[in-house]
T-cell receptor
Framework: DAGITQSPRHKVTETGTPVTLRCHQT?????MYWYRQDPGHGLRLIHY???????DKGEVSDGYSVSRSKTEDFLLTLESATSSQTSVYFC????????????FGPGTRLTVT | GENVEQHPSTLSVQEGDSAVIKCTYS??????FPWYKQELGKGPQLIID?????GEKKDQRIAVTLNKTAKHFSLHITETQPEDSAVYFC??????????FGKGTRLSVIA
């Protein structure tokens, strides 16, 4: 298995609180991605990074920000969590661009009450 | 942008039968089409992919076909086994743009 960890694995938080999810890789892959998975919607891209300090928005980026200060870490922040952000969040990595295999982490289940 | 439609959303087959999942895409510039399998409680995992310069690719019991003219591609699983039960996602990309995933198909193989 690719060396990808996500923390925390489960989190319950209240509406309006800030939340940060962490993705850590040991593969030295250039690209990192954050997806959310919801029933009936499949996997939707939130943000992605193509290098240290290089990030771009995905399909559902509103309400989320990201940072990548080191190759191995990609942080996803919900500045003020809302109930609509209750979801399972997956981090993925790939060696090169989106025409190469993506390796997914185990996921973080976030519940916003 | 790219839009990927996947059908059916659920599929039940008897063990040993074949399963077919179909996807259509909208961007004619897309040239990379992977399929991911997601088991319960885990992240998706690539099982097979195809690029636009070929029409079919096989890997043991799994095959993918691509029709660029019609802009659709399909996953074929033969001799299904209980361990094939999972959610399957198709996706498409131009390489310069992020992958866009279909909504997924939940496959149940009944023993």
């Amino acid at each position: 298995d690719a060396g990808i960890t996500q923390s925390p694995r489960h989190k319950v938080t209240e509406t309006g609180t800030p939340v940060t999810l962490r993705c850590h890789q040991t593969e030295n892959h250039r690209y990192m991605y954050w997806y959310r998975q919801d029933p009936g919607h499949g996997l939707r891209l939130i943000h992605y990074s193509y290098g240290v300090k290089d990030t771009d928005k995905g399909e559902v980026s509103d309400g989320y920000s990201v940072s990548r200060s080191k190759t191995e870490d990609f942080l996803l922040t919900l500045e003020s969590a809302t109930s609509s952000q209750t979801s399972v969040y997956f981090c993925a990595i790939s060696e090169k661009d989106s025409s190469y295999e993506q390796y997914f982490g185990p996921g973080t289940r976030l519940t916003v009450t | 942008g790219e839009n990927v439609e996947q059908h059916p959303s659920t599929l039940s087959v008897q063990e040993g039968d074949s399963a077919v999942i179909k996807c259509t895409y909208s961007d004619s510039a897309s040239n990379y089409f992977p399929w991911y399998k997601q088991e319960l409680g885990k992240g998706p995992q690539l099982i097979i992919d195809i690029r636009s310069n070929v029409g079919e690719k096989k890997d043991q019991r799994i095959a993918v076909t691509l029709n660029k003219t019609a802009k659709h591609f399909s996953l074929h699983i033969t001799e299904t086994q209980p361990e094939d039960s999972a959610v399957y996602f198709c996706a498409a990309s131009t390489g310069n743009t992020p992958l866009v995933f279909g909504k997924g198909t939940r496959l149940s193989v009944i023993a």
